[in-house]
T-cell receptor
Framework: DGGITQSPKYLFRKEGQNVTLSCEQNLNHDAMYWYRQDPGQGLRLIYYSQIVNDFQKGDIAEGYSVSREKKESFPLTVTSAQKNPTAFYLC?????????????FGPGTRLTVT | AQSVTQPDIHITVSEGASLELRCNYSYGATPYLFWYVQSPGQGLQLLLKYFSGDTLVQGIKGFEAEFKRSQSSFNLRKPSVHWSDAAEYFCAVLTDSWGKLQFGAGTQVVVTP
C-alpha cells in the first residue's frame, strides 16, 4: 500500500532531550512538509522540502531541525531549544509535478515532553 | 498575507440533519481552496478542492462546497450527516507555488443521535 508512515504514534521525552520524529513515504512524492497541531490553532508549518538535500523554514521553525537525505524520508528533530514541544506532529507530502497541490498526510505522532 | 477563517469552533448537529461549515479566506488572486477532515488522533484526509471552473465542487463522503468570490467564502455542506461525520474539519488555502497551505483553526463537529 502506498502512503505515509510516521513513527512512533506516541512519544514521551524528558525536558532537555532532543527527539527525532520519523516520516517515510512510498508515494514517490518530491515535496514533503512538517506541521505542528495544537488545539484550536489548526496546523502550522514547521519545515518543508521540495527536493532531496534542500529544505526551507516554515512559519514556526525555531527549535526544530530537519534533513532530507533521501526522497522517501523527512525526519524532524525537536530540539531542547523548542520552548513548548508537546503537540501533535503531522507529516505530509505531495507530487511536485502537475498543479494538484493536494497534500497527503500521515497519521501523526503525539509528542509529550515532561 | 493570505489567511483562512473558520468562524465556528464547534458545531453540534443531529444525525440526519444538514450541515454547513463556514470558511472565509483572504487572498488577492483566484484562490486554490481545500477542505480536509481529521478523525480523532488521525491524519488529515482531503474531502474536496477548488482551483477554477464550476463553483460548486463535489467531494468524497457526500460533501460539497461552494466557492463564492463576492463573499470570499468556501463553505462546506452535507445534506444529511451520519454519526461517522463527527470529526474536525479544516479549510485551507494555497499560499504559493511551493505548495504551502494556510489552514484555518478548524471546526469540531459533534453528531448527536
Amino acid at each position: 500500500d502506498g502512503g505515509i508512515t510516521q513513527s512512533p504514534k506516541y512519544l514521551f521525552r524528558k525536558e532537555g532531550q532532543n527527539v527525532t520524529l520519523s516520516c517515510e513515504q512510498n508515494l514517490n512524492h518530491d515535496a514533503m512538509y512538517w506541521y505542528r497541531q495544537d488545539p484550536g490553532q489548526g496546523l502550522r508549518l514547521i519545515y518543508y522540502s521540495q527536493i532531496v538535500n534542500d529544505f526551507q523554514k516554515g512559519d514556526i521553525a525555531e527549535g526544530y531541525s530537519v534533513s532530507r537525505e533521501k526522497k522517501e524520508s523527512f525526519p524532524l528533530t525537536v530540539t531542547s531549544a523548542q520552548k513548548n514541544p508537546t503537540a501533535f506532529y503531522l507529516c505530509a507530502s505531495r507530487p511536485s509535478m502537475g498543479n494538484s497541490y493536494e497534500q497527503y498526510f500521515g497519521p501523526g505522532t503525539r509528542l509529550t515532553v515532561t | 498575507a493570505q489567511s483562512v477563517t473558520q468562524p465556528d469552533i464547534h458545531i453540534t448537529v443531529s444525525e440526519g440533519a444538514s450541515l454547513e461549515l463556514r470558511c472565509n479566506y483572504s487572498y488577492g488572486a483566484t484562490p486554490y481552496l481545500f477542505w480536509y477532515v481529521q478523525s480523532p488522533g488521525q491524519g488529515l484526509q482531503l474531502l474536496l478542492k477548488y482551483f477554477s471552473g464550476d463553483t460548486l465542487v463535489q467531494g468524497i463522503k457526500g460533501f460539497e462546497a461552494e466557492f463564492k468570490r463576492s463573499q470570499s467564502s468556501f463553505n462546506l455542506r452535507k445534506p444529511s450527516v451520519h454519526w461517522s461525520d463527527a470529526a474536525e474539519y479544516f479549510c485551507a488555502v494555497l499560499t504559493d507555488s511551493w505548495g504551502k497551505l494556510q489552514f484555518g483553526a478548524g471546526t469540531q463537529v459533534v453528531v448527536t443521535p
